[in-house]
């Protein structure tokens, strides 16, 4: 009796051994090596760290395993493994250099695998990984991420102290073969000492003491070779707006930039762009921890939306990044959704004031009558102007105290901030500021100027809030009191409609203090509460409830549930909430050494009440 797989419905044959037989599908096949590659390396490193795993009854596997042979087996597996460790990340994103550097490794490793062990089972290991990789060749065709050369600052550092916790473990798992007492300074000094080649203060009984030098030895030869590659290797700079993109996108928006209220947001100096074939449509997007996250709805013509999504898509492939969009609106993710299988969650809801309907009167207003009416009896009074309209001496005096009034030591903001106040190309932008004379006045470098607002245009009769900042001297309540004054100058700056703040959350916080509201939406609320501390959630809902707006529902559209945490931590990093950047002075001096690519030093990002995603 003949059995076909191909086809086969008799149910002999069952599916596991069916696709067993067939082999990995292709797209598989990235994800399936870089696992393996995982899974060797993590072996071959405790093969080489650890003696008692090496005459384990893992002995077996761990001498097939690529790296475990010749006279240096711990040497060699420490730096097999480590290679592989670091190899494997770059295999599971389909990256075209790694798999150029797995399939030189593999043969060699088959080869010496046959030549020193006579090791037939580790020569097919090594020979079938090799022989996946090069029959699904075409799976590994991603293009390098953005980089540049203080990569390999990094990698001197994080691979360094890596090297240097791993130095610790082999100098203290031989406590039957060390001489005397060694203290911890004495190892820590043997690690440094061996990691270039050079013998410590820590003496070993037996052959333990070769071993523990080429181990540290090859450590320390691992850092070196693999900083001077990335210190040498061509850069790849990120994606920046060019003079010519910009030109394109304002052209864009003076005719379509009433639909979205995050569109100028689109003109940030530090975010690439696609255009769709026709040029009628762009996404703006930048690329964080390998996720290209745009953010709003695309720019320009609805129906040429299609071929920019198109274009972004394709990007997102030829590099292997996590595609994901911050939030776009709901036309937006419905036509992300439809041209592009992604899925779509709501992520909060963007406040907006219709400026006909805006009144201080009534019961509802009356802690914002009360605030804002205390405060001008104190003597402060306000201007809304348009940037083309504000002298560039005051503009420069804005500027200063803006970035001297930040609050935090990086600059926050991505998909709702500019980046920059009073560009010469930004004079619609309109800048509403409050003052003060007192006695500090003549001293201060900022004059009688106490807190600042700024808004980008929304269309032709919009704008949208883009930072608040106050001197933390000034009376409480500057932000209410800037934002009532656009409000009520709005018409005669010919303004219908005014966005503020985006509320994460803002419907589970709404509807989870409800009365009757349910276990699970309470505890939703409560979690949402907590992390308040951080995040500013609940505060910035109860801000932008002050003013009674209409919300607007906001979307973060991404590809599978797996990529969320991936995503958010994207997304927290380009929002200026995590920083794992250079060290603050090494970052001073790339900023010094590199210019801005916009024509003042970046402003963005908020205080209490300020827009954020």
Known sequence: MSVTLDGDKSGLVPRAVRKLLRGPRPEAVPALVGTACTFVGLIDVAAGVFPRFRHSRMHTLAEVLPGALGPFAAALSLSAGMLLLLLAHGL????????????????????AQFTYRHSVIGTVVSLALCYLLVRHRNEFTALPDPRSRWRA????VLLGAGSLGLGLVIVSVHPGRVVGNPSIADRLQHVLYGMVGFEGPVEYAGVTSWTVAYSLGALGLLTAVTTIYLAFRPEHPAARLTEEDELRLRALLVKHGDRDSLGHFALRRDKGVVFSPSGKAAVCYRVVSGVMLASGDPIGDVEAWPGAIERFMDEAKAHSWTPAVMGCSETGGEVWTRETGLDALELGDEAVVDVADFSLAGRAMRNVRQMVKRIERAGYETRVRRVRDI???????IRRAAADWRGTDTERGFSMALGRIGDPADGDC???????????TADSPYGDLKA??????????????ELMRRDRSADPGMNELLIVASLQDAPRLGIDRISLNFAMFRSALARGERLGAGPVLRGWRGLLIFLSRWFQIESLYKFNAKFRPRWEPRFVVYRTSRDLPRISF???????????GLPRPFTRRFASARPLPCAHAPVHGQEHGARTA
């Open 430 to 440: 309109v800048i509403a500021t409050a003052h003060k004379a007192d006695e500090r």
């Open 391 to 397: 002298g560039e001496t005051e503009l420069a005096r």
């Open 153 to 156: 600052l990094a990698n001197f």
């Open 452 to 465: 600042v607002i700024h808004f980008v245009p929304w269309g032709t009769d919009g704008m949208s809030l």
């Open 92 to 111: 599971k994103r389909r990256k075209r250099r790694a798999w150029r550097a797995a399939v030189a490794l593999l043969p060699a490793g088959a080869a």
């Open 570 to 580: 994207a997304a927290m990093q380009a929002e200026g909430f995590v920083n794992v």
